[in-house]
């Protein structure tokens, strides 16, 4: 049997009618003859929902206990073993009781799934995976329950069930949603109109966007190529010139015209890698359409026209953006360009928008002007070659005469390849004029006149000419062509460790900088930033003696935006390292704008840690605090009440109460100074050597006797620490130890040295701590388990981490073999022996 179809009820938020459609559905199918069962829908005492279920088969739910009290859940063996063939399941993200088959309740309808039976089943946007995070910035909420995208996009279908802000609120106002004593809690809540809002509009593009995805995938399947004009997709082609984002903003102002207009800007790539394309320019190119709600896209192609035109038709759009050609007009005669090409083979179903721009009929430049890429020498040698070799060569009697004019001419061309491979194409152009004049007037009849009477040498010294520079263009470019890809294979390295650095943590502004006057062998490097055009540019980050303080200052300058700017000292760079700087550019603005958003969630961080204290605070107070106090006044007003005579011993455990409450106390309020100490950095610790046995025991007064074990060599190094707080630790760390430790099984008190340091072990049998909450045991009002609130505030760890690592140790928790938790504390080994009469004393702590 094949897998069974899903089909889905989706809505923006609870109460839209969701179920209420489902059940409808199943009324329809039954009608026709379906066989049609209820695994599980919840009606939520609504009335009109729970009136659907009516005629419809239920399966029996499958009773579970947890903590004390009973739930219901889908009886998934129950399903399977009635095999109908259609099953309704409502709220697919809800999470079953734990005992339950799956934890999740997808989980349940994809083995309904597998088995072949027909599942109809409802969700809401919010419980969606990917927009979790979305959501709860939109409602404040956080939702626990949700669902993977995968599994709703592979739903057979998903119908949207839509109800305005406005309908749904009065629904929620007449009672049909929540109960009465709910609803006013909810409409100033989650059900504000600008939640609902929002809500509603992600679930109408996530269902948009699934039927443009179906729309795609069907046209792939039947092998359509033509456009249909459902949606106004706009395609942007960009050059990574400086019209790009002229182009961009003309494009965006088109889509706002268009309902759910969208903006794909796409750069041809050419397939050999060679590209005159500024980095730099696309990557500002690339942030302006994302900012403006667009997608970039980058495609490879060595036909520009036939690969937009590719492109466009591939993602279905309506229209294309290019801009005018920047071409000069005699370049026309090379071909209509890139522009008119696409405008001629866009046919009728695209239109195409050429938007004129300053650059236009501008030119790109000539790609040749390489002499200061080969350097001086090589272009002398060139010149020398293209301009002196033939004339050397005609005033060599004893080599030229006998050879005949064939011969002459193939060792003039000689000359002219050997000048193309020196000096590049205007030292060989050079060397075809000069060697065709030397030929023609010293090598063919009449000599020494420039009039050739022979037609044969007229026709050879044309076919010199032409094969010369054909000889020399192709000598030209061959070397033209493998520096550019010696150079773009050096710039892929550099990029490669650029990005390797960014990979590996290394994303500090400094550190980028130092690589990039590596890489260039600069003095100084600095990123300059301004808060407008108007301000002054400070610093942001410089390395190297004397960096410059404004862009017009440096050799090098390479604007990031209006206001970055980096900057490089020592020496001017060529034209073409700029790409590689421009990469550096780019990469030093998402640092800092990275740095700046760190430093936003830290600063935002510590409000929220200082509420979450003082929220702690207050429940410790409010309890801790109170109930000793509570006992005190009791106990006080008993002792002092004349109504009731107290014996001797009535009256000493009175005030045997009063004193144990006075000790709580006295416990609560060090504490919270210590930590006060501990978070206000004004623990200053006394580090002196001291004997490790002494403070141990000095520690354990607090404790009672028997409660712990001792196994303490007495042959220990003496440790570095301060000796009140190291007291302080180890009484916490016990006292957590025997508090947990079962009756009759005394903690032990272990130490040993390792190399350089003392290591103290506090090891219970009690009922340990997960894995992943040791760490947590050691924050600040942390109880594990249901500790009872007179074991304490949850601050006897927290301080005795915090003192131990202010005299330079440490303390972890490791899991007891066999059961239990032992704390590890860490402590330095003294450098010297201590000195006489350094020992620890009562009067010292």
Not at 326 to 347: H, I
Not at 524 to 532: D, K, P
Not at 798 to 811: D, H, I, P, W, Y
Request: hydrophobic content about 45%.
């Amino acid at each position: 049997m094949g897998r069974g179809k899903l089909r889905i009820h989706l809505g923006a938020a609870p109460g839209v009618g969701k179920t209420y459609a489902m059940l409808s559905e199943a009324h329809r199918r039954v009608e026709r003859g379906a066989d049609c069962v209820v695994g599980f829908v919840e009606h939520h005492h609504r009335p009109r929902t729970e009136a659907m279920l009516h005629g419809l088969e239920t399966v029996e739910r499958r009773e579970l206990e947890y903590r004390g009290a009973v739930f219901t859940e889908m009886d998934v063996d129950a399903v399977l073993a009635r095999r109908p063939a259609v099953a309704l399941v409502d709220e697919l993200a809800h999470t079953n009781v734990r005992g339950s088959r799956n934890p999740k309740r997808w989980q349940d309808v994809e083995e309904l799934l597998a088995a072949g039976i027909d599942v109809v089943s409802t969700v809401n946007i919010q419980h969606l995976e990917s927009l979790g995070d979305v959501v709860e910035t939109i409602t404040c909420v956080r939702q626990r329950e949700t669902v993977p995208d995968e599994v709703v996009r592979r739903a057979d279908q998903v119908e949207l069930v839509d109800m305005s802000p406005q309908a749904l609120r009065r629904r929620m106002a007449h009672g049909n949603v929540y109960q009465p004593d709910k609803v006013d809690a909810a409409l100033s809540h989650y059900f504000r109109p600008g939640n609902l809002t929002a809500l509603r509009e992600l679930a109408l593009l996530w269902v948009a966007d699934r039927v443009d995805a179906y729309l795609n995938d069907y046209r792939g399947e039947h092998g359509i190529r033509t456009t249909w004009q459902a949606r106004e997709r706009i395609v942007v082609g960009l050059t990574g010139g400086p019209e790009g984002r002229t182009l961009i903003r003309r494009a965006a102002r088109l889509a706002e015209k268009g309902a759910g207009g969208e903006v794909l800007a796409v750069h041809i790539a050419a397939s050999d890698g060679l590209t005159s394309a500024s980095p730099q320019e696309l990557a500002v190119q690339r942030t302006l359409v994302e900012d403006l709600g667009g997608t970039f896209h980058q495609v490879v192609g060595d036909d520009v026209a036939a690969s937009v035109l590719d492109f466009a038709r591939g993602v279905n759009a309506t229209q294309i953006v290019l801009g005018v050609s920047r071409r000069k007009p005699w370049q026309y005669v090379l071909g209509p360009g890139v522009s008119a090409t696409v405008a001629r083979d866009s046919g009728p179903d695209l239109d195409v928008h050429l938007v004129t721009h300053d650059a236009v009929a501008r030119g790109r430049g000539l790609p040749i002007a390489h002499g200061a890429r080969l350097g001086r020498v090589r272009v002398l040698s060139g010149w020398a070659a293209g301009v002196l070799g033939p004339a050397a060569l005609t005033a060599s009697p004893a080599v030229l005469p006998d050879l005949g004019l064939a011969n002459d001419m193939l060792l003039f061309l000689a000359l002219t390849v050997a000048a193309a491979l020196l000096g590049g194409l205007l030292p060989a152009l050079a060397s075809v004029a000069v060697g065709s004049l030397l030929l023609n007037y010293f090598f063919t009849r009449p000599p020494h006149q420039p009039a050739i009477s022979d037609l044969g040498n007229i026709v050879a010294l044309a076919v010199f000419v032409g094969v010369a520079v054909s000889v020399a263009s192709a000598v030209d470019l061959a070397a033209r062509r493998t520096h550019q890809a010696a150079r773009l294979r050096a710039e892929s390295e550099i990029l490669s460790v650029l990005a390797g650095s960014v990979l590996r943590g290394e994303d500090t502004i400094e550190a980028l900088l130092e690589r990039l006057r590596e890489t260039f062998a600069m003095e100084s490097a600095a990123l300059l930033e301004r808060a407008g055009e108007s301000e002054p540019w400070t610093v942001a980050g410089s390395v190297g003696p004397h960096p410059v303080s404004r862009p017009e200052d440096a050799d090098v300058d390479m604007p990031i935006d209006d206001h970055l700017a980096l900057t490089l000292s020592g020496r001017a760079l060529p034209a073409e390292d700029r790409r590689v700087i421009g990469a550096f550019a780019a990469q030093a603005a998402v640092v800092l704008e990275r740095r700046r958003l760190v430093d936003a969630a830290e600063q935002g961080r510590r409000p929220v840690e200082s509420h979450r204290v003082r929220t702690d605070l207050l429940a410790a107070v409010s309890h801790d605090l109170r109930s000793p106090l509570a006992g005190v006044k009791a106990a006080v007003s008993s002792l002092r009440s004349v109504d009731v005579a107290w014996s001797e011993a009535d009256q000493a455990a009175l005030l045997e109460a009063i004193e144990e409450g006075a000790d709580r106390l006295a416990r609560l309020v060090g504490d919270l100074l210590d930590m006060s100490r501990l978070d206000t950095g004004t623990v200053v610790p006394l580090i002196r050597e001291t004997g490790l046995d002494e403070i141990v025991r000095m520690a354990l007064g607090g404790v009672p006797e028997g409660s712990v074990r001792l196994d303490i060599p007495e042959t220990l190094p003496m440790v570095a620490v301060d000796r009140a707080l190291l007291e302080r630790v180890v009484a916490n760390v016990v006292e957590n130890a025997v508090r947990y430790s079962p009756d009759g099984q005394p903690a032990l008190v272990t130490a040993g040295a390792l190399r350089h340091r003392v290591e103290v072990r506090v090891v219970d049998r009690g009922p340990g701590v997960p894995d992943e909450v040791k760490d947590r045991i050691f924050e600040p009002f942390q109880r594990h388990r249901d500790a009872p609130r007179g074991t304490g505030a949850g601050l006897g760890l927290a301080v005795a981490r915090g003192f131990a690592e202010a005299v330079g140790g440490t303390l972890h928790a490791e899991d007891t073999p066999g059961g239990g938790l032992t704390l590890v504390l860490t402590l330095p080994v003294s450098a010297g022996p201590p000195a006489p009469g350094d020992l620890p004393a009562a009067a010292d702590v």
